[in-house]
DNA sequence: GCGCATCTACTACTCGGGTAGTAATACTGG
DNA sequence: CCAGTATTACTACCCGAGTAGTAGATGCGC
């Protein structure tokens, strides 16, 4: 659970795969990851493997062969690879990370007006929770 | 420049003692990040080597030791890391990472409020700027 | 039933990060 | 000058991600 779910470019390519999917054979999988990149069937079972030993995703038998699922939610994922770089290069600071992306990631008059929307609906979300 | 200024932990924590100390020696290095972990010196020097040749350190001989020099600053790698993720978890979309931030991760009053302000600021500095 | 296609299993290899021992070298204190 | 120390150079591992070939098993068409 509080395991650190650090994927890597192919895991993660997999994984929104079966997120998206629900679950998925391997040729599924292949064929889902086709245009982004053309790699061998061999290299997708591999890696599902190494994945399954990792404990992110587990199979169950179809008639010859098998249909994985995901373990871990994208949530979690996000949780996770987002806590881990805020910690790495903003010592956990979440707001050091927003001024960041305010300053140095381009932003535009939109994005900024859809950001201000959202803090405000947290903000009365958290109010309607009782905080 | 545009590079992939991607770092582990060992070279990202070596280059934040670069970043603040302007330059440092190996034997400098070892000792600031000692509370971190303890390292060989050897480890730290091999490492640096490593980071000479991609290009993100440079050193000048001091009698005999090295005096290394950060070659990126800590905004572009920052620049790069966020992108990076940005991408890999939020399809480059960086509200949507914000939105992540507001529901996923802890943030409490006091922090809303700063990024509300952040927000603000942020967008007189924009107008200021005559966008 | 034979042969071909389809799958998984196994094995192997590359690459980069991380870790460190050992060798060579240069310096320093007595 | 000589022994010990500091410092870099070289070498060697381990590990996990990624990539894929080959082998072996299993099903399918005819």
Chains 1, 2 share one sequence.
Do not use: N
Not at 65 to 70: D, L, T
């Amino acid at each position: 659970m509080g395991d650190k779910h650090i994927l890597g470019d192919l895991q993660h390519a997999i994984m929104r795969v079966l997120w998206a999917e629900g679950e998925a054979t391997v040729a599924r999988v292949q064929e889902a990851l086709e245009d982004e990149r053309d790699r061998a069937l061999t290299t997708i079972a591999t890696m599902l493997v190494k994945m399954e030993k990792k404990g992110i995703v587990a199979h169950r038998s179809e008639g010859r062969q098998f249909v994985y699922r995901p373990l871990v939610s994208e949530t979690e994922v996000q949780r996770s690879m987002v806590g881990e770089l805020t910690d790495m290069l903003f010592g956990g600071d979440v707001t050091a990370l927003v001024s960041h992306l305010l300053t140095e990631q381009e932003i535009d008059d939109k994005e900024l007006a859809r950001l201000k929307a959202l803090i405000a609906e947290h903000r009365s979300k958290e109010r309607r929770r009782g905080r």
